[in-house]
Each structure stands twice: as structure tokens, then as C-alpha cells.
């Protein structure tokens, strides 16, 4: 379960979460849109712990080590190969060494990462490169997934694919709590169960999607975002 | 705590053995200022022993430098820092496994510097190697110390090759008065005994700032 009470921060003058409250639970995936600076990653952040809100409290059940991010950086490194950097941060978060093995080879063939995976991550295009950066993620098998504009850099087929996994994560064992951040509609829509639309730090609507597409969806957030 | 910290610097030291750009760069550093003050001195004006302390400090002291520089730099690159953060890793552990990997980093271009200093300025090192070693091991454990903790404080700013020398070097003066003092106790052959307040003092700055380091590191790198 993921809960968000109260949340504020700001910096500076500069007032990037204002009152945020929601809770989701296990299969729940959140779709955050807004545009720039409307304070979805501040809100991502803070939900992880990297951030300590000014007032309210994030909470996660299993704590910081359920946590599974995935941005528009890799937070890989780019001179260790992709099972490298996978032992890597399988080991951060103890993962046992069977259980490593056996998520590596499982990750790396639901990714199509076989052919890669004794390669250096700075040889891999930006799409391989991305897909690396979801089995780091997933490495752990986390309850709760943090995604900041993770299709960012995608081509469309990437895309494609990086959205099935998604859903199947989102299904998996028991279903795990997703929040995607994004300011393009189009990205999120079909793998929320709820959405949320952000403006200067505030959610202007918060509501289950209730089978709505894209289209109904993208409407919905100009009204509340830019009030058209 | 130790088991993730083994974790970050074998993988700090890794990186560092693939790409190899600061590594070289600090040895090729200390090759070239030995060589400049070798053949820029006057053998004739100072003698060798007299100047050799200085000379070799100042070498170690930039070279761990350069070597410090990219201890978060590392980091930086992919935003990597974050997802350090987000494990289930204390903070203590990113300090400690940083420490280590600048340690073995800076003892390696010591390593390689030592043999040259002595090859260059004809300075008799052997019958002094275990005290001098003594000597490097605590005046490096002080600086690399209290890098690693302004490495972190600077990693995320523009201007952090530029601020981390300007931040550490103060703090580096009197770590770098004991061990000249000491070393040139050594070189000039006097009893051990005069040397060993120097190094007791090395290792007092030891203790206070690797437990400090250890205390205000968590600060430097949350958001």
C-alpha cells in the first residue's frame, strides 16, 4: 500500500507540492499528468524518500527497499556491463544470489536482453539502454514502481513494449502500485486504474479513469489543467 | 554496513579499471610535476633531502585531487546517486564504500609515485619504508576522509572541480605540516622518536574527521 497525506514543498518561493493526498493499493496503477513544473517528480521523490516533504508524510509498505524507479535516467553505469550493473543492484538490495540468478535470466530474456548482456551499457542504444533500466528497476521484484516519463527517448515500438511490461508488472503476483508521472496523456492512459491531473503542485482532479481512453482523458486534462 | 560498502567500492574500483581516465590521469599527474621539480631545482642552492618532503606532498596532495574530483562524479552520470539513495543502503555504507575505493584509488598512485620521487631526487627511502609507509597511510586516511565528504558536497554543483580544492585544501594544511614534518624527520635520518608526535597527531585528525565525515555525510547528499 502506498499512502500520501498532506504533502507540501517547495523551493524556495517556489511551491512544487501543495496538500497532496491519495492512497492506492496493490494492483492500483496512478497516472499523474501536468506539465512542466507542475511538480510531478518532486511528488515521485518525495513518495521515494529522496526528498523530505516541509509537512505531510509518504508512506510505503516494505519501506524504501519495495521501491522500484524507473526515470528518464537510467541510473546505470555505462563502463559495467548490463549483468553487471544488474549484480550490482540486485546486491544493494540483498538480493539472495539463487534468487539473483534466476531474476537476471528471466528479466533479461522477457527483455530481450540476452544478446546484450555481457555488453557495456554505453555501447547500447538509448531504447536497449531504457530496457536496462527496467529490469535494474525490477531486479528486486518491488511491491511499489515509480515511474518519471519512463517512455521518454522511446521510439514507438520501445514504447509499445515498455507499456505491455508494464501491465504485466502492474498484474503481477498479486498486482503492485504503480505511479506514473507524464505530461503527455497519451502515454499513460491505458495502464492507469486511476488518474490524477497536477497544476502548480496540486492535484486538480484526482478520479478512477472508469474505462475512459485517451482521447476523453486528454480532454478531461485541458479543462483542469489549463481550464479550456 | 561493511557488506554494502564492499559492494560500492568494488564496483567504484571497477568502473575506474574499465575506463581508466582518472587513474591515469593522477599518474601521469605525478610523473610529470616529479619530473618538472627534478629538473626545475637547483642541486646546488637545497639539497635533495631538504626539499624532498615538500615536493612529495605536494605531488600526493593533487594527484588524490584529480582523484577525488570524480568520486561522485561517477555518480552524476545517469543520475546513479538516486537510485544509491533509494536502496535499502544507509548512507554510512555510500560514505564508507566511497572511502574505500579513494583510498585504494590515491595508494595506488602513491605506489607508483614513491619509487619514482626516490628514482628522481636520489633519495634513499629503504632503510625508512615502514615508518614512511606509516607516515603516507595516516596523512592519506585524514585527506582522503574529509575529500570524499566535500566530493559529495560539490558533486552536485557547477563549479565542483573548481570548489572541491578550494573547500579541502584548508582543511589539508595541517594533515600536510605533520606529514612533511615527519617525513623529513625521516629523510634526514633522526630517530624514529621524533617522528612518532607527528604521526600520533595524523592519526588524532584521522579519528576526528572520519567520524565526523561519517556524521555529516547524509546531510550533504539529500536533496
Redesign the interface.
Known sequence: MLLAEGLRHSFGAVRALDDISFTLQAGQTLAVFGPNGAGKTTLL?VL?????PRAGRAQIDG???A?G?I?H????????TVR?NLR??G????VPAAEQSRRETDLLARLDLNAHATR?VRALSRGLVQRVAIA?ALIHDPRVLLLDEPFTGLDRTAAEEFRRLLAEQAADGGGRVTVLVTHNVEEGTELATDVAFMRAGRFAELAPRAGRGAVAIADAYRRAVTGG | MWRHAWYLARKDLLVEFRSRTAILSAVVFTVLVLMVFNFGRDPTAVAAVDLAPSILWVTFTFAAMLALNRAFQLELENQALDGLLLAPVSRSSIYLGKLIANLVFVATVEAVGLPLFALFFNVPILHVLGPLVAVIALATVGFVAVGTLFSAMTARTRFAELLLPVLLLPFMIPPLIWAVLATAALFAGRPLSEATGWLRLLAAFDIVFVMLAFVLFPATVNE
Do not use: C, M, T
Open positions: 521523490k521515494a524518500g529522496l526528498i523530505q519501506g524504501r527497499g521501491v524507479w526515470g535516467q537510467p541510473q546505470l553505469y555505462g563502463h559495467l553487471e550490482f543492484w546486491s544493494l538490495y540483498d557495456p535494474r
